[in-house]
């Protein structure tokens, strides 16, 4: 134990006891002490309050002189701005604009000069501030430290920059900025750097990731700002748009068919149950069994364009528990080749007319994904057909033997398909194709077995950069032979569920034929993007069920 710990008896002060006379002095010193010390307080309390009144006043003196008080800060209240622009239409002219845009980078390059990079649907343009009546350096100082990703509302000259701004979309015209308001404050410290995100889920120099497809995928928000992803979605929205106007423009008529269904039907396992009350329900497979319902309903043509579930626990670049399904199913007159043949031409109409309509977003996606190249299109316009045994042969040409079982019982494995890809881009020059007859042994129990050979079904798959992006067949429309085939399949025609699915074929149905298309897939494969997940606006995989 230190000394200083040790017990000691208290001194007669400390206990008040028997010292009074001294005791009557140290009151004194102490109150003496203690309005010293509320002088001092009282002093340094003054000087801080007349510190405070002249930086106010100072404050309200630069205000007062502020030549640009009104032309910057918190948007008014009565707003007198023109009408707003998009940087798309800005036109060579000198001309006075009003936009409303996101601060992609702000600068403070002096007291007298300031740059804003603008950016609006991931598109930029550079915008200048510099001091000169009215502008202020108040103004300046506040353009300069607005926070990157804010929504501000810019007025501003346009103008052509002595040198073309090379950071920015628009590179041929600046604005020079009159007014400059602030509409959404965005948040100091982001999740991740929209500019980080615009590079590919790339690697850096030393091969460590920059911003992984994790974290962009975690901040899809800010991911879907930079200019690729604006112009992948873009593109997404051109397939399904493409896909409508073809159908509508055949006579098809759009459809919606329930995703909450009561059985799972049409496959085995990959099914996704839900609580549906006080009984089980599952999220649907795919339109199939509604779709030829409504042609056993006499509607002839009608295709749809909705989500698709999947309980698939495949972790691949490729595969998505929840996808958007372009669906559709067609009666034909004397041969299911009219169907396909129907669906050879939606997607050379759908693939050609992207090329066509939106050759600036894929001109700006290549620059973040260039390595699979253009996407090659059948130069005369029709799409290459070939046999599933066909494509058997050339895989044999090639050194990949697939055993008699193989062939007819397994079909190609994805290795196998993107090869078949490669050798059908160096034989005839397309990256899209057809492969029909399929083994029936590899596909659906709806699938109606070829005629002339019962080995083989009359079914497609469409491929694109050798992979699957479509799925069709003609369809048994027989009730005898379709509850054949489920059998055959080991499928019981009894089971609930089947039901009212097998009713619809009790009272005569036509011919038909259709189609799934993955539109998540359709995007990927045609822009040559490594990941299905950056082709989906919030992908959901067995890992990711946020955003
Ligand atoms: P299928 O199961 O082959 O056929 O699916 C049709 C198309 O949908 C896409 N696709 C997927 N996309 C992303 N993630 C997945 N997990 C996934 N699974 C499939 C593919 C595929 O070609 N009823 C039939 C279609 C029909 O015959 O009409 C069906 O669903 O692009």
């Known amino acids: 134990m230190a000394d200083s710990e040790l017990p000691t008896r208290p001194k007669p002060e400390e206990t008040g006891a028997a010292a009074a006379p001294a005791a009557e002095g140290d009151s004194k010193n102490a109150s003496k002490n203690a309005a010293k010390k509320a002088a001092k307080e009282k002093a340094k309390a003054e000087k801080a309050a007349a510190r405070a009144a002249q930086e106010k006043a100072q404050a309200a003196a630069q205000e007062a002189n502020d030549t640009a008080k009104h032309l910057y800060g918190k948007l008014p209240e009565s707003d007198d701005a023109n009408p707003t622009t998009r940087f798309t239409d800005f036109t060579d002219e000198e001309k006075e604009v009003t936009v409303v845009a996101r601060v992609d980078n702000a600068r403070v390059q002096s007291a007298k000069l300031a740059f804003l990079m603008l950016r609006q649907q991931g598109q930029k343009i550079q915008a200048v501030i510099a001091a000169a009546e009215p502008i202020s350096r108040q103004m300046i100082k506040f353009t300069g430290g607005l926070n990157v990703n804010s929504i501000v509302k810019v007025t501003g000259l346009i103008k052509k920059p002595e040198i073309p701004i090379s950071s920015a979309t628009i590179q041929h015209l600046e604005i020079h900025i009159r007014k400059v308001y602030m509409i959404s404050e965005a948040a100091q410290m982001l999740p991740m750097q929209v500019k980080d995100a615009e590079r590919p889920p790339p690697v850096d120099a030393d091969g460590a990731p920059i911003v992984t497809l994790k974290t962009r995928l975690d901040n899809r928000v800010l991911d879907l700002q930079t200019e690729t992803s604006q112009a992948i979605t873009w593109i997404s929205s051109g397939v399904a748009q493409l896909f409508s106007e073809y159908m509508i423009k055949s006579g098809s008529r759009w459809i919606f068919t329930p995703k909450l269904v009561g059985a799972a039907t049409e496959g085995g396992s990959n099914v996704f149950e839900v609580k549906y009350f006080k009984r089980t329900g599952y999220l649907a497979q795919s339109p199939q069994l509604?779709?030829?319902?409504?042609?056993a309903g006499d509607m002839e043509n009608v295709f749809e364009i909705a989500p698709v579930f999947r309980a698939e626990d495949s972790n691949t670049h490729r595969h998505l528990t929840e996808f958007a399904g372009l669906d559709f199913e067609k009666t034909f007159d004397k041969h299911y080749h009219e169907v396909l043949e129907f669906a050879e031409d939606l997607l050379v109409f759908i693939l050609s007319q992207l090329k066509e309509r939106y050759a600036a977003q894929i001109a700006t996606i290549q620059k973040s994904y260039p390595k699979a190249g253009d996407f090659k299109l059948p130069k005369n316009g029709k799409a290459l057909?070939?046999?599933?045994?066909?494509?058997v042969a050339l895989l044999k040409e090639a050194g990949v033997d697939m055993s008699e079982q193989e062939r007819f019982e397994n079909d190609f494995s994805t290795a196998m398909e993107k090869q078949l890809g490669q050798i059908i881009r160096d034989k005839y020059d397309t990256d899209f194709y057809v492969l029909d007859k399929f083994p029936m042994a590899v596909r659906p129990f709806y699938t109606k077995a070829d005629p002339s050979d019962a080995r083989f079904s009359n079914s497609y798959d469409f491929f694109m950069r050798g992979e699957e992006i479509m799925s069709g067949a003609q369809r048994i429309n027989d009730i005898a032979e379709l509850e054949e085939s489920m059998r055959s399949?080991?499928?019981?025609?009894?089971?609930?569920?089947?039901?009212?699915?097998?009713?619809?074929?009790?009272?005569?149905?036509?011919p038909h034929a259709g189609g799934g298309l993955g539109m998540n897939r359709i995007v990927m494969f045609f822009l040559g993007l490594p990941n299905v997940r950056l082709a989906s606006l919030f992908p959901r995989d067995p890992q990711r069920l946020r955003p």
């Open 385 to 391: 057909r070939l046999n599933y045994m066909d494509g």
């Open 489 to 510: 399949k080991g499928l019981d025609p009894t089971q609930e569920g089947f039901e009212d699915y097998l009713n619809a074929f009790r009272q005569g149905c036509p």
């Open 290 to 295: 509604y779709k030829q319902m409504c042609i």
